[in-house]
């Protein structure tokens, strides 16, 4: 059986406006002027359902001439609509893209955008194998709440979880606000728990917390690597001898571990 794809954010109406040029006092002419369905959460519904993968849309749209358009669309795509949101409060968002003849492109958005009022159910991840949240800082992703809730459903659920962003555009909500807080932890205790789990955390005997006896000392041989190759560790440097300044990695490496056993001690500052 086939893993089924929950797609979650925006599906609305693009006017599209290609070679738009000026013609006259305040006129203008263009070589095509279109009307498509788009949207982050539509157009990767409709692609995965061309690939022939189960996928759920999961939207906002209103009850007029341009949801009826989207929502037909996704029908006739072979997409679940069952978790489409059809609201009367709602006005079906409508973009009005302006493609250039040089390519450059200007779109503009209007408040129908914001979808106020429609929070789509977190439990419509439910059975999902991949949760994608399309249009992620536009609505109805624009709201903390609502993100995390759907982030910790389709986690819970043990989905894989996407994200495709987009520039905010009414209200305004940054990855910060996102974020899953937790338990402040000082810098001495955060070094102590990563030492402790790469098992370099020495118990004062020479040997690590599992007893073994030589990580200590190989801990302390990498510190002393990293203190040469920043050029702070002292070493013995035979005057006269121009040719033998620049020593060999291997060289170094010897010596540097015959002086961390104690078998060598520095007799020279660089």
């Known amino acids: 059986m086939k893993k089924k794809v929950v797609c979650i954010g925006q599906a609305l109406v693009d006017c599209i406006t290609r070679g738009k040029e000026p013609w006259r006092e305040r006129v203008y002419r263009a070589q095509s002027i279109s009307l498509n369905t788009g949207g982050d959460a ?17 939207c906002g749209l209103g009850e007029d001439v341009a949801g009826n358009l989207v929502y037909q669309t996704a029908l006739e795509r072979g997409i679940d609509v069952s978790h489409v949101s059809r609201l009367s409060k709602l006005a079906t968002p409508i973009a009005n893209l302006t493609v250039h003849p040089d390519g450059s492109r200007e779109s503009c958005n209007s408040e129908a955008t914001m979808l106020t009022g429609y929070i789509p159910d977190p439990s419509v991840v439910h059975g999902a ?52 807080d937790r338990l402040p932890v000082s810098k001495r205790k955060r070094s102590r728990s990563l030492h402790r789990q790469a098992g370099l955390h020495g118990n004062g005997r020479g040997t690590s917390c599992d007893g073994h006896p030589h990580r200590h000392r190989q801990s302390r041989q990498r510190r002393l690597l990293r203190l040469q190759r920043h050029r702070t560790l002292p070493y013995a440097r035979p005057s006269g001898q121009s040719h033998r300044l620049h020593r060999s990695r291997r060289q170094l490496c010897r010596r540097l571990h015959r002086r961390a056993s104690g078998a060598e001690e520095p007799v020279g500052v660089l």
Do not use: H, Y
Request: aromatic share 2%; glycine share 2%.
């Open 42 to 58: 539509l157009n990767e519904a409709s692609l995965l359902a061309k690939m022939g993968i189960p996928v759920s849309l999961v």
């Open 129 to 180: 194998s991949v949760v994608s949240l399309a249009s992620l800082f536009r609505a109805p992703l624009d709201q903390k709440e609502t993100v995390i809730n759907l982030a910790r459903e389709a986690k819970k659920a043990g989905a894989i979880l996407c994200a495709d962003t987009k520039i905010p555009t009414f209200r305004q909500l940054t990855p910060q606000d996102i974020s899953i």
